[in-house]
């Protein structure tokens, strides 16, 4: 769901090669007299420097409001979430929770009554606005268990929502480039949605490329007014990356957007660049995170549109020592929070960025496992509603689905908000 990263860590390295290699051609030809100063670039300004009151307001409210002892300690034992961690309650959000189809096999297993929506990923689609019909994905939704989900999720009051993906940048600059493919994409959704009864659709399209961002704008306009006006009760998100509102190179214009999407989900997660070993959503302490993230987003867009996506999973890395600092060794690879709980290592808190991790040896050498657990997730989930945003949403459900306090926990101690199911279904 998220590739952004790979860009902007790309993006700075590049930025300091330049530099280093004007710095080194400059010395070696003489540009710089023998005694002369080299000049030092200006300091670079973070673009949430501006928002760090109400980071530090909201990161106050959101320790205070679940019942749990942050260590601040570094390295000492993760703490546990209480049974009344939330006190009364921190009221009624949206709680979205995505189910790929890959994960159709627990569709039985799905706590319906912890959600407001679950989003059905994915259908691919191509140039032009079609979508494919072939796949994975196409398969599990002609062969009925999407179905099985809907039903379950309808009979639970929950909105079911149709995920289509973009990821290849081709696709994407060419649908940027002819907005009325958003009709013709509009067109066929609106017949999928009919058929099985679906309340609305999710749009996962990842571009990276800053120049397709104002037709990006003007397709996703023409989609979301088509559909809207087949039937106005069909809700539209967009999922948007956590630096859009203030990254002028962002493929998501999300100042523009806004007034079409219905909700606008926040993938914050996989922020770390993965050259050291660390949280890939750190709540704070770090520039990007879920705090900066957040403040940013309420400042550019409606804060009832947002909604905090929070992942159930995290990383491995193969590091250079046990602690912290340390390199990383390789290449990380994911693992899901029932794999992190299945390996049974007592977990270590990080209380720069307020999230999990293990330290072991395997195969002679260093691991680190950075992850989510139940109390980094009630503090993102207190964090969303110190900010007074729509709601969270987590992916994905079946990286938990042997542990069901990590759903519940999206809650926040009170129940789901309900939304009203499409007039169709």
Known sequence: MTRWRHTRTARRAGALLALSCLLLASSSCGLFATGTTVPTPPPVT??????????QKALDNARSSIHVAIPTRPGAPAPLLPAAAFGRGLGSRVVLGFLPSWEMSDVSTIDYAALSEIAYYALRVRRGGVIVRSGMGWNALVSGSVSTMITKAHAAGVRALLTLYAVDQPTL????????????LADQVALLLRRYGFDGVDLDFEGQVASARNGFVRFFKAFSTR????DSSWSVVLNTFPQAAVDPESF???????????QLFVMAYDMNDQLSPG???PLAG????????????VSAVPRSKV?????????????TRRTLPADTIGTPYAVSYDAVVAAGRPGRWDPVTETPYTSFRRDGQWHQTWYEDPVSVALKVALAAAFHVGGVGAWELGMANGQSIMTTT????????KLPLASGS
Do not use: C, M, N
């Open 252 to 262: 998501f214009d999300v100042r523009a957007l806004a007034p079409y999407a219905d």
């Open 286 to 297: 770090a520039d990007l995170s879920d705090a900066s993230s957040l403040a940013s987003f």
């Open 410 to 417: 999206l809650d926040g101690g009170s129940p789901p908000l």
């Open 46 to 55: 973070s673009p949430y420097a501006k928002f760090d009151a109400a980071i």
């Open 227 to 230: 559909l809207k006006a087949i």
């Open 307 to 319: 909604i905090l996506g929070i992942p159930f999973y995290g990383y491995d890395f193969t590091a």
């Open 279 to 281: 949280a890939t959503a």
């Open 173 to 184: 600059e060419a649908l940027a480039a002819r907005p009325g493919s958003g009709t013709t």
